[in-house]
Each structure stands twice: as C-alpha cells, then as structure tokens.
C-alpha cells in the first residue's frame, strides 16, 4: 500500500517505533504463573533470549506436566539457566535438550549438575506411567549431561552479548540466584531461596547490583514460618509420641533437598536419647548411598557448621539406606523417610497404602506440596483416601504438616527485596490466591516509590521499555589523564556485547582479544637492467633514497624514504620488501611501475654521468616517467598533433597538453581524472625540474 500523508512525519513515527520495540523487554511464565510447579520464564530482550528454569509439574504426567514449550521457538533461546536440581525446576530439560529444536548453551551449578542426573533417573524409575506418557528415558539424561555447562558461584560468563552470574540461593545444595546483564539492563531471577541458614545450608547472598527487574518466588505468600526451634520440637516430639504408642512413621521426601535436613535432625535426636536407638530409622530411595556420597563431596559449598565438624555429619550412625519394599521387614515400629514427596508413586506410596488405616501410624509432610497431589489432599484429612490399585481406605492415620521447606516467608521476601529496591518485581512460584495477597502486600510496602508488581499467568507476556544509551568507556593509556572540557580523545572504539570501549593502539591486546600483527610483504619482479638505472630513477623520483649492502646476503639494497627496501637479488630479479601500511603501499606501487617502465623501455637505458645534466635532459626524462605513469593508470596513451597526449578510455577521449596541463575531452567525468592524475604526477616526479610554460 502507497503511503500518503506528510512522509517526514510518517518516518518519524516509524524510527521512533522501531526504536521503541528495540528497547522493549519481554518476560513470559511458560510455567509457575500463578501455580507451583513446572518453572519456566522466558525474557528477550534486544534479540537476545534466556530461559530461566525448565521444570514439570508434578501433579500431572506425560505432556500436561511440560511447561508450554509450543509458545516460543526454542531454537531461538540462547543461554538456558537451570537454578536447581528439583523436579519442578529441572525435570523437563532432558525433554527440551534431546526433542525440541533448542541448540544453545545450559547452564547450572557443579553439585546441581551432579544431583540432576541422580534424581531424574530416580523419577523415571519411580513413575508409574505408560510408555506413551513417558517424556523422556535413560538416554536422553545422559545425553543431555554432555550438554550442560557448570558455572561457580560468582563466576561471570558471557554467551552472544548476554552477561551472567550466580549467587548461592540456600535452598538445597547447589541453589541458585541468577543475575542476567543485556544491553546494560540487570534482570534477577531467584528461583527457590531461603534466607534461613539451616543445619546444613547457609543463607540466600543478597546481591551487591539492584536488578532493574526482579523475578521472585512467591510460594508462601504472606505466611510466616514458625521458629526453626519450635518446628524442630514439633517434629521429633510427633515421631517420638507415635513411636512410644507402637506405630510407624512414614515422612515422604524427595530423595534430595529436604530430606538431607530432616536426616541430620533425626540423627541427632536419635543420639541424644538411647531409648530410641533400638527404633530402625530408614532412608527409602533407590539412590540413597549415592545420594549421600554426593552431599559428602560437596561439604565445602556447605555453611560453617559442616565444614568445621570433626567428622563427616552425613554419616549416619542410626539410619540405614532402604532400595525397596522388598527389603523392608515391617515388624514394629519404626521411621521411614521415602520418595517421592507428594505421595504419587514409589515408595512413599506403597508404605502409605499399608499404613493409612492404622491409627497408631502417622504421616508427616515436611515440605511444601502441590496442588493436585495426594500429600496435598491428605492434609485436609478426609475419611477416606483412594489408593494406587484404585480401591478406597479409611484414613485413620495422624496427618501432620510441619514445613521445613526452604522457601523463604513473607518477612524474609520482604525484608529481602527492601535491600534490593528494585523498580520492577515480577512474582512467580505460587498459587493465584498466595501470590495475590503477597502483591498486595509489597504493593503497600512499596507504595512511596513507583515500583511497578506484576503477577503475570501463563503464557501471559510482561513487557517494558528500557532506554538504552550508547556510551564508550575509555580505558587504558587514554583513561590515565582526565580530558578537559572540549578536548578531543582519539582512539579504538571496540564494541563487545552491548559495551564499548575506547582505547590506545597499544592497548588492544590487552583489554580485548584482538591481536594486532604486522603483514611484512616481499614482491619479486623480472629485471634485466643494470640496478644503477633504478637507483638513478628512484632518486630523481624521491628525496631520500640510500644505498647500502646487504649484511646477510651481500647484495645491493635501496632504502626508499625508511619505508621500502629494493634489493638486487639476481642479475634478471629485484625485489621489495615493506611492512604494509597506506604510505609503504602507494611508494611500493610507484617504484614496481617504475621498474616495469623500464623494462619496457627499447633500447636500454644507459646512465650517464650524473655530473651532466641538462635542463633538457631532465624535461626528456619527466616526460618518460609521465608517459609512463600515465600509461599504468589508463592504459591507452599515444602521442598526437602538436605533441598533445591522446588518453582512451572505453570509447571515450581526453587530449592532454603537457606544458599547460590543460585537458580537452568531451567527458567531463574522464576529463577531470586525466586533470587530477597529470597535477599529481607532477607533484610525484619532484624534484625533477618541470617547466612552467
């Protein structure tokens, strides 16, 4: 469609909306808006896409649990940065490495790398789905760990332009926070943080940038998490009383994470009361001992209190390691700590479809749970429960929900984005209800300061405008004296990424990964004159021309201006040689059409004695060195009436006096060439004498 209208106005428009999209920042939840579960946030941002997290949701199986891919292209996503090993955060990304179009980089942790292949193996193992609904096998795991790249903590890495780096989140071992740089806009996407140092783990680090945006987890809402103390008295005195009565205690955890934390404590209390120690305590889980070794090689990325012990706190002395029901002889009472953490399969399921209708038993859930899990239903604790062969059962057993979920509280988010001040917060990880009171919540803490809260659904894109300013930083040599005001800096402009940077020649190799190399070039032309005709040529065309010999070789050499060396190496060849530059280039240009010249020249030239010199003979030789010059540029030249040169190039004529300089030709384009190329060669064939008239 033609435009109409006022073009400059419509070109203004158009500039200032391509500018705006440019600088428009997109943020979409493919998973976790508004629910817990299947964590994936996609931004994109100045053609630049990162994926933060690629999880499941544990309340669904097959493709309903994937985060929703189809939205986005996923050969489009550059750098893929996994916070955690859990399956909510994790679970997906063997899914998303080996069938889907993805072709960038993943990031994670050292120890979330390790525990990643540990747990998803255990999770395909312990589902109990048809092939169909099976998203992924064995092969695809380990395919996917050549893939994953590991990052340390602190560690700042650069990928097509996008800067990153982490922070330890608490959490589980391995967690955490990423901090995303693009274009000089600073994005914050926490994942699962606890600001709670525990018996293992240290606190979430509070950055020392303030993102300009913020993605936060908002699981518990507005809820406050009781006194560690007080929750640890709570749990051991449920177990102790249930066990004082008779009955089994089953604790159904994930085989990593929490139950690590719920293991020491029981360890502890175990020792501390010899009455008990006669009571098995089992940690259910295909993988225990190989879950166990891997939190005893990671102790350094662990807080304080681990890393002074004595021993290695994570050998038990009272909990042994159970594969399978088969190896269980349930005679009495006893503590059993089993995955997976919502009760949906495995073993956790199988003990509590044979404990749940005894009232001495007790069930305890130490962790957040998701909606649409059993854990989720039996806190409500209905008469009766559906077991996994389908039939129902009376729920006699004693529920109790005592939360060591290393998620931080509301105190603790709040108290956390109060430090950071960030102008944009986007809440994620939590159920629509929690998530509501918690904005409204910030909403009024943050009331005096503009800062904009979104709880953005699935699929549903947040977009803001960044206004990004080109700015170059000068460094190096250049950036030692202050420049006064009007004062020109010259130098490099590099641009890296978004940055740019201004520096000294001599700098590049060291503040950027450009080499600087000189290219030496050696030219060998056929000559069969003697090589006193080029010296006596080259000093009628230069002012400085010196003779020497050469110390290696013991041939004759000329040293034009200190930039190009001419050299008789045979009675038949001479060559050049010269460090290229603009200035070495054009005098090793003249002096190779020099010396074609001459060979061209029937018959040889003979030098005469330098002591005679005439003005004539000077005018005979500028004329030669003209003709021939002429000759290399535009190739026909003859001589015509009245000594008049005659130039034809493509048809068309130029006619030039020699004496006046004056060019006649019905082309003005060729006319002018002919007329700058003649006041040139003049200029070049100083300091022969050229006569005026």
């Given at each position: 469609?033609?435009?109409?209208?006022?073009?400059?106005?419509?070109?203004?428009?158009?500039?200032?909306f391509?500018?705006?999209?440019?600088?428009?920042?997109?943020?979409?939840?493919?998973?976790?808006?508004?629910?817990v579960?299947?964590?994936?946030?996609?931004?994109?941002?100045?053609?630049?896409?990162?994926?933060?997290?690629?999880?499941?949701?544990?309340?669904?199986?097959?493709?309903?649990?994937?985060?929703?891919?189809?939205?986005?292209?996923?050969?489009t996503?550059?750098?893929?940065?996994?916070?955690?090993?859990?399956?909510d955060?994790?679970?997906?990304?063997?899914?998303?490495?080996?069938?889907?179009?993805?072709?960038?980089?993943?990031?994670?942790?050292?120890?979330?790398?390790?525990?990643?292949?540990l747990?998803?193996?255990?999770?395909?193992?312990?589902?109990?789905v048809?092939?169909?609904?099976?998203?992924?096998?064995?092969?695809?795991?380990?395919?996917?760990?050549?893939?994953?790249?590991?990052?340390d903590?602190?560690?700042?890495?650069?990928?097509?332009?996008?800067?990153?780096?982490?922070?330890?989140?608490?959490?589980?071992?391995?967690?955490?926070?990423?901090?995303?740089?693009?274009?000089?806009?600073r994005?914050?996407?926490?994942?699962?943080?606890?600001?709670?140092?525990?018996?293992?783990?240290?606190?979430?680090?509070?950055?020392?940038?303030?993102?300009?945006?913020c993605?936060?987890?908002?699981?518990?809402?507005?809820?406050?998490?009781?006194?560690?103390?007080i929750?640890?008295?709570?749990?051991?005195?449920?177990?102790?009383?249930?066990?004082?009565?008779?009955?089994?205690?089953?604790?159904?955890?994930?085989a990593?994470?929490?139950?690590?934390?719920?293991?020491?404590?029981?360890?502890?209390?175990?020792?501390?009361?010899?009455?008990?120690?006669?009571?098995?305590?089992?940690?259910?889980?295909?993988?225990?001992?190989?879950?166990?070794?891997?939190?005893?090689?990671?102790?350094?990325?662990?807080?304080?209190?681990i890393?002074?012990?004595?021993?290695?706190?994570?050998i038990?002395?009272?909990i042994?390691p159970?594969?399978?029901?088969?190896?269980?002889?349930?005679?009495?009472?006893?503590?059993?700590?089993?995955?997976?953490?919502?009760?949906?399969?495995?073993l956790?399921?199988?003990?509590?479809?044979?404990?749940?209708?005894?009232?001495?038993?007790?069930c305890?859930?130490?962790?957040y749970?998701v909606e649409?899990?059993?854990?989720?239903?039996?806190?409500?604790?209905?008469?009766?429960?559906?077991l996994?062969?389908g039939?129902?059962?009376p729920?006699?057993?004693?529920?109790?929900?005592?939360?060591?979920?290393?998620?931080?509280?509301?105190?603790?988010?709040?108290?956390?984005?109060?430090?950071?001040?960030?102008?944009?917060?986007?809440?994620?990880?939590?159920?629509?209800?929690e998530?509501?009171?918690?904005k409204?919540?910030?909403?009024?803490?943050?009331?005096d300061?503009?800062?904009?809260?979104?709880?953005?659904k699935?699929c549903?894109?947040?977009?803001?405008?960044?206004?990004?300013?080109?700015?170059?930083?000068?460094?190096?040599?250049?950036?030692?004296?202050?420049?006064?005001?009007?004062?020109?800096?010259?130098?490099?402009?590099?641009?890296?990424?978004?940055?740019y940077?201004?520096?000294?020649?001599?700098?590049?190799?060291?503040?950027?990964?450009?080499?600087?190399?000189?290219?030496?070039?050696?030219?060998?032309?056929?000559?069969?004159?003697?090589?006193?005709?080029?010296?006596?040529?080259?000093?009628?065309?230069?002012?400085?021309?010196?003779?020497?010999?050469?110390?290696?070789s013991?041939?004759?050499?000329?040293?034009?201006?200190?930039?190009?060396?001419?050299?008789?190496?045979?009675?038949?060849?001479?060559?050049?040689?010269?460090?290229?530059?603009?200035?070495?280039?054009?005098?090793?240009?003249?002096?190779?059409?020099?010396?074609?010249?001459?060979?061209?020249?029937?018959?040889?030239?003979?030098?005469?004695?330098?002591?005679?010199k005439?003005?004539?003979?000077?005018?005979?030789?500028a004329?030669?060195?003209?003709?021939?010059?002429?000759?290399?540029?535009?190739?026909?030249?003859?001589i015509?009436?009245?000594?008049?040169?005659?130039?034809?190039?493509?048809?068309?004529?130029?006619?030039?006096?020699?004496?006046?300089?004056?060019?006649?030709?019905?082309?003005?384009?060729?006319?002018?060439?002919?007329?700058?190329?003649?006041?040139?060669?003049?200029?070049?064939?100083?300091?022969?004498?050229?006569?005026?008239?």
């Amino acid at each position: 469609m033609a435009s109409t209208g006022q073009p400059p106005q419509s070109l203004k428009r158009r500039d200032s909306f391509s500018a705006r999209e440019e600088n428009k920042l997109v943020i979409t939840p493919l998973g976790a808006g508004n629910e817990v579960g299947r964590s994936c946030v996609y931004m994109h941002y100045k053609g630049k896409t990162v994926l933060f997290d690629c999880g499941i949701h544990l309340a669904y199986s097959g493709m309903a649990a994937l985060p929703y891919f189809d939205e986005i292209d996923p050969s489009t996503v550059d750098v893929l940065l996994v916070t955690h090993f859990h399956l909510d955060h994790a679970a997906s990304l063997p899914y998303f490495l080996e069938k889907t179009t993805f072709k960038g980089r993943v990031f994670m942790t050292y120890a979330t790398k390790a525990i990643y292949k540990l747990l998803l193996t255990d999770y395909i193992k312990v589902s109990k789905v048809s092939v169909e609904d099976m998203l992924f096998d064995e092969q695809d795991i380990n395919r996917s760990m050549d893939k994953i790249e590991v990052i340390d903590f602190h560690q700042t890495v650069e990928v097509n332009g996008i800067r990153f780096w982490c922070y330890s989140a608490g959490h589980v071992l391995g967690a955490a926070m990423f901090m995303v740089d693009i274009a000089g806009v600073r994005v914050l996407y926490t994942g699962d943080y606890s600001r709670e140092e525990d018996r293992h783990l240290r606190a979430a680090e509070t950055p020392q940038f303030s993102p300009d945006i913020c993605i936060i987890e908002s699981t518990y809402g507005v809820q406050h998490h009781q006194p560690r103390h007080i929750r640890e008295k709570r749990f051991t005195d449920v177990i102790h009383s249930s066990i004082s009565q008779g009955g089994r205690v089953l604790i159904p955890a994930f085989a990593l994470g929490r139950a690590q934390e719920l293991l020491l404590i029981l360890d502890e209390y175990w020792s501390n009361h010899p009455e008990l120690q006669n009571i098995p305590i089992y940690y259910a889980s295909p993988l225990a001992k190989r879950c166990l070794s891997v939190y005893e090689t990671y102790t350094l990325s662990m807080n304080d209190r681990i890393r002074n012990a004595k021993s290695n706190p994570f050998i038990f002395k009272h909990i042994s390691p159970l594969k399978s029901i088969e190896n269980f002889k349930d005679v009495g009472p006893s503590v059993v700590m089993a995955s997976p953490g919502g009760l949906q399969s495995g073993l956790s399921r199988q003990l509590f479809d044979m404990w749940c209708s005894d009232k001495k038993n007790a069930c305890v859930i130490p962790g957040y749970v998701v909606e649409g899990t059993l854990a989720k239903t039996i806190i409500n604790e209905p008469k009766e429960v559906t077991l996994f062969n389908g039939l129902t059962a009376p729920l006699n057993m004693q529920i109790h929900y005592i939360s060591f979920s290393a998620h931080a509280d509301s105190a603790q988010t709040c108290a956390f984005l109060e430090e950071l001040r960030p102008p944009n917060i986007i809440l994620v990880h939590g159920e629509a209800n929690e998530m509501g009171r918690l904005k409204q919540k910030l909403t009024t803490q943050f009331v005096d300061r503009n800062t904009k809260i979104l709880t953005p659904k699935n699929c549903q894109s947040v977009e803001m405008h960044f206004n990004s300013q080109k700015m170059a930083k000068a460094i190096g040599k250049l950036a030692e004296k202050t420049p006064e005001a009007g004062e020109t800096v010259s130098g490099l402009l590099v641009k890296k990424g978004f940055s740019y940077q201004i520096m000294a020649p001599d700098d590049l190799h060291v503040f950027s990964q450009i080499a600087t190399a000189n290219v030496t070039q050696r030219l060998t032309i056929p000559f069969s004159n003697t090589f006193s005709v080029v010296k006596h040529r080259l000093k009628q065309m230069y002012d400085s021309v010196e003779s020497s010999t050469d110390e290696e070789s013991g041939v004759l050499t000329l040293h034009v201006h200190d930039c190009v060396t001419v050299k008789q190496d045979s009675e038949k060849h001479i060559s050049l040689h010269w460090t290229s530059d603009p200035i070495s280039d054009m005098i090793s240009d003249s002096i190779v059409a020099l010396v074609l010249n001459i060979n061209r020249e029937v018959p040889k030239v003979v030098v005469e004695s330098e002591d005679i010199k005439t003005e004539e003979e000077n005018e005979k030789r500028a004329e030669k060195v003209i003709y021939a010059l002429l000759v290399s540029l535009f190739g026909d030249v003859k001589i015509g009436e009245n000594g008049k040169l005659v130039i034809s190039v493509d048809g068309n004529v130029a006619r030039l006096d020699k004496q006046s300089g004056e060019v006649e030709s019905e082309n003005e384009g060729l006319k002018e060439r002919v007329r700058t190329a003649f006041r040139r060669i003049q200029t070049a064939v100083k300091p022969i004498p050229l006569s005026a008239s």
